[in-house]
């Protein structure tokens, strides 16, 4: 059983397929941090059981591997939970009152206060085949007043015992997401966080932890990542003792907020994991846990196309046709209209929060376009911004109190535009109710949700006291929204953006098909934001485009080979002004979208091997093998030429030594290779110039 309890001992193990959890309760009745790594044998970890004393500056160090505990008594380090009761006492005491084993993969444990009648229940699920965990606490309030709480983690995870911690975890900005990082800890607290009202470019809610010398293929990697899609807190926190813990949830900055009697708060899921298989294993857990337990299904993306770059806001209905008719001609899948098509929508600055189709540029209504696509034998798509207003609308004009406000401030325009209030009743539903309206009324199948905003000003036009936090509530009614779309529409795939990728973690992707990741489509920079983002998520959800060359962010020409190659590395859709495209140029998209759907299912649903990174290499290269293993598929990249010719051997991964590959070359050449030869020995590259690429696949003959 993967989850056992030692009675004996006081001791709970979660075993996974190569990695023991091991925690238990102390003499003190205190829920107590044991172990976390490769497989050991719990009873005989049960001398590490028990409290600890320094001196009495330093009493009760053994709280500092607590595994759930409020802030309270001895305890200094970044606190669970910290409450507030009635009677203005701020100590909390827990201790274990019991547990129950909810199946063979799940145990929950009760904490109580020695005093009050608050309780909190511990869950642990064991994934046992991903050597993954999830966690997260449940907090009932049964007293007869309210309590305030001022901060409630999801989860607390202990690293103990290395020499060094080397924390990794990506940060970035607009165009210029996931980009890896990585820091040696020291003593203090490394925080990473949000606080603009949801996941932000700025960090996200995954980390992973070694002792300096983990690579991409080897050694100890303890990871995590957090399913909250607003302000998020993870804390890594080195004390001088010895060891690591990290706390994470929703960020407590400006998120006290009050449990009424009787009432139970509920955290997000906290994943966390270990691994000795390198980063690359700790990834290709997290992808397949994605799949398999997070997604809300496995779909193959279609190939789309999107005519945000060929229109902008002239959206005209015979323009979209002749797009439409281009983009079939090459393959794509499906048709989507962004930006521009409802209200007084010309630019960005009016008609946001109109969602009714635009008669001037829809003359005979949005039917007439979907029609055509359909008939050109595509699905239709559709942008929306609906968490967004402008100031120059119906919609404000009607319902000034609907957005984030304080009643004394002007409220701060980005994008020439204010966020809605979602957290009120009635504007989730009128969310609710446009959303509806507009997937029942047009056959529509695909749904790209934007948010081109922070959060400012988040208050309400009501006076009085606010007893929730408005920046979780926002994501609650978000949540709630998208689940009831998806049970009303369930043919009907979602796409989450946020600015680019502001708003990607595994609490939306518990609701969303796919993700934007980044607004920039440079295939050069891509290929650097999506490795980062690969490290935590899935290459199923990865939406990459194919756009002009020069690019309008790096003034960069590149190949459209080598646009085609990075943005085939994921689900694939072309954004480009395909109406000036030549034909050479068109038929050469032709046949990458052709082949991309050949190899679309080891893309999207096989493994991912990290072979080499332009971060410290002139080559980048990244292998697919498919779910049986059967097929491989290799993309590779060169940044430039130097000093003429150079032999290069790209040895691969994860191939069976004994076994013959047919190889087939971007040139058309095919040639027979041994497994071991192709792991150890590797498969030539023959890239030469600058920003030059190719595709290399491989099937197993035997």
Not at 335 to 340: A, K, L
Not at 476 to 489: G, Q, S
Not at 513 to 538: K, P
Not at 546 to 563: A, C, K
């Amino acid at each position: 059983m993967p989850v056992t309890y030692l009675d004996k001992e006081n001791i709970f193990e979660i075993r996974t397929n190569h990695s023991s959890y091991v925690f238990g309760i102390n003499e003190k009745g205190t829920l107590q941090h044991v172990y976390w790594g490769a497989h050991v044998e719990a009873a005989d970890c049960s001398h590490l059981l028990g409290g600890r004393l320094h001196s009495s500056f330093d009493a009760e160090i053994d709280r500092e591997t607590e595994e759930y505990g409020g802030w309270g008594g001895c305890h200094y380090a970044e606190p669970a939970l910290k409450v507030s009761f009635a009677d203005g006492v701020r100590d909390l005491k827990l201790q274990y009152e019991g547990h129950r084993i909810a199946s063979d993969n799940e145990v929950v444990l009760r904490l109580v206060d020695v005093f009050y009648a608050i309780r909190v229940e511990v869950h642990y699920k064991g994934i046992p085949e991903h050597d993954l965990i999830e966690r997260y606490v449940q907090v009932y309030n049964g007293l007869d007043e309210p309590i305030r709480i001022e901060q409630v983690m999801a989860a607390v995870w202990t690293v103990q015992a290395l020499p060094d911690y080397r924390m990794t975890h990506v940060t970035g900005r607009w165009a210029g997401e996931y980009q890896l990082r990585s820091t040696v800890l020291s003593e203090g607290k490394k925080v990473l966080e949000s606080r603009r009202g949801f996941t932000g470019p700025h960090a996200n809610p995954w980390f992973a932890m070694d002792n300096g010398k983990a690579d991409e293929t080897s050694g100890n990697v303890w990871f995590g990542a957090l399913a909250w899609s607003g302000n998020w807190k993870i804390v890594a926190e080195k004390t001088t003792f010895g060891h690591v813990r990290i706390v994470g949830g929703v960020n407590d900055f400006d998120s006290s907020f009050v449990l009424a009697s009787g009432e139970a708060y509920t955290s997000p899921v906290f994943v966390g994991g270990f691994t000795s298989g390198g980063f690359g294993q700790m990834s290709r857990s997290l992808h397949q846990y994605q799949r398999d337990y997070v997604l809300p299904t496995n779909k193959l993306r279609k190939v789309l196309y999107n005519s945000w770059e060929a229109t902008e806001f002239a959206v005209t209905v015979e323009g979209q046709k002749e797009l439409a008719q281009q983009a079939a001609r090459l393959g794509v899948e499906r048709f989507v209209v962004d930006d521009g098509w409802f209200g007084q929508r010309h630019s960005d600055r009016a008609g946001l929060g109109d969602w009714y189709v635009n008669a001037e540029k829809f003359p005979h209504g949005l039917e007439e376009l979907i029609d055509h696509v359909k008939g050109l034998g595509m699905a239709f798509g559709l942008w929306v911004e609906p968490e967004s207003v402008n100031p120059d609308s119906d919609l404000y004009r009607a319902h000034p109190e609907w957005v984030y406000q304080f009643p004394t401030r002007e409220g701060t325009q980005l994008r020439n535009q204010l966020l809605l209030n979602l957290g009120l009743p009635e504007v989730k539903q009128f969310v609710l109710d446009f959303m509806t309206t507009l997937l029942t009324k047009y056959d529509i199948s695909f749904i790209k949700w934007d948010m081109n905003r922070t959060v400012t000003e988040p208050g309400t036009a009501a006076s009085g006291h606010q007893t929730e936090s408005i920046w979780m509530k926002h994501v609650d009614h978000l949540y709630a929204i998208w689940a009831e779309l998806r049970v009303r529409f369930p043919h009907v795939e979602f796409e989450t953006c946020a600015g680019g990728g502001a708003r990607i973690d595994l609490g939306i992707l518990r609701y969303a098909d796919q993700a934007w990741i980044s607004d920039n489509t440079d295939a050069r920079d891509r290929l650097t934001i999506q490795e980062g983002f690969t490290y935590a998520y899935s290459p199923a959800v990865m939406m990459c485009w194919v756009t002009e060359s020069p690019h309008s962010f790096n003034g960069r020409s590149l190949p459209l080979s080598y646009r085609f190659h990075s943005a085939m590395m994921g689900g694939l859709g072309i954004g480009a002004d395909i109406s000036k495209w030549s034909v050479a140029d068109l038929e050469e998209a032709k046949h990458y979208v052709a082949l991309y759907k050949e190899i679309r299912p080891v893309i999207l649903s096989g493994s991912l091997y990290r072979l080499s990174s332009l971060r410290d290499s002139n080559v980048a290269a990244y292998q697919y093998n498919s779910i049986d293993n059967s097929e491989i598929v290799v993309f590779t990249f060169l940044q430039s030429q130097h000093f003429g010719s150079e032999v290069r051997n790209l040895r691969l991964q994860a191939l069976e030594l004994q076994a013959s590959y047919e190889i087939l070359m971007d040139n058309g050449e095919a040639v027979v290779r041994h497994g071991s030869t192709l792991m150890h020995l590797g498969v030539p590259l023959t890239l030469r110039g600058d920003y030059k690429s190719s595709m290399i696949r491989l099937k197993r003959l035997n």
